[in-house]
T-cell receptor, first 116, second 110 residues
Framework: GAGVSQSPSNKVTEKGKDVELRCDPISGHTALYWYRQRLGQGLEFLIY????????KSGLPSDRFSAERTGESVSTLTIQRTQQEDSAVYLCASKTRDMTVTDTQYFGPGTRLTVL | RKEVEQDPGPFNVPEGATVAFNCTYS??????FFWYRQDCRKEPKLLMS???SGNEDGRFTAQLNRASQYISLLIRDSKLSDSATYLC???????????FGTGTSLTVIP
């Protein structure tokens, strides 16, 4: 079946512009995560959605970052007034259930964001 | 101390060699662990899960040492296709944040 998809695959923008990144999780997956991976670094947790519950936004680095998800469908990550330090690969992952941490996260291919 | 720490490498090994990576974690309450593989400019993919003392899958063996709070990944008979970055992942004890190591880079040389 279809995996997690993300768009765009690459995004080049100018400093100060807003960008919107999209994630389509695997159908039926209730949990969705956004991560940021800077070059040569590990994954940084950004935000977590579980169904219609309030999202866990504890990883968002600043108020320029926001994310939305309607039910168990598509999620969008928005970065306002982008800065060069925002340049990274933004990865989305989905998981079947949130009641156990033993379930596998399936990652999308990521969006490579470059802020000039 | 970071939640998860890995030796970044790089590990350069010849084909057929055995190589092992370690990953240390700080939360003694952690019960399960994962090794993910990430190819260059690709997304991470699950390689192995570790729930008890260890897990073996073909050429790959993951072991858990709770007393010393580390997990290891052993790759036997290395193949060229094993070249990748291997990420150690610790799920949350509470909350939702999975902790990813920075990864260990492996290059298998012909």
């Amino acid at each position: 079946g279809a995996g997690v998809s993300q768009s765009p695959s690459n995004k080049v923008t100018e400093k100060g512009k807003d960008v919107e990144l999209r994630c389509d999780p695997i159908s039926g997956h209730t949990a969705l995560y956004w991560y940021r991976q800077r070059l040569g670094q590990g994954l940084e947790f950004l935000i977590y959605f579980q169904g219609n519950s309030a999202p866990d936004k504890s990883g968002l680095p600043s108020d320029r970052f926001s994310a939305e998800r309607t039910g168990e469908s598509v999620s969008t990550l928005t970065i306002q007034r982008t800065q060069q330090e925002d340049s990274a690969v933004y990865l989305c992952a989905s998981k079947t259930r949130d009641m156990t941490v033993t379930d596998t996260q399936y990652f999308g291919p990521g969006t490579r964001l470059t802020v000039l | 101390r970071k939640e998860v720490e890995q030796d970044p490498g790089p590990f350069n090994v010849p084909e057929g060699a055995t190589v092992a990576f370690n990953c240390t974690y700080s939360n003694s309450a952690s019960q399960s662990f994962f090794w993910y593989r990430q190819d260059c400019r690709k997304e991470p993919k699950l390689l192995m899960s570790v729930y008890s003392s260890g897990n073996e899958d073909g050429r790959f063996t993951a072991q858990l040492n709770r007393a010393s709070q580390y997990i290891s990944l052993l790759i036997r008979d290395s193949k060229l296709s094993d070249s990748a970055t291997y990420l150690c992942v610790v799920p949350p004890d509470t909350g939702n944040q999975f902790y990813f190591g920075t990864g260990t880079s492996l290059t298998v040389i012909p």
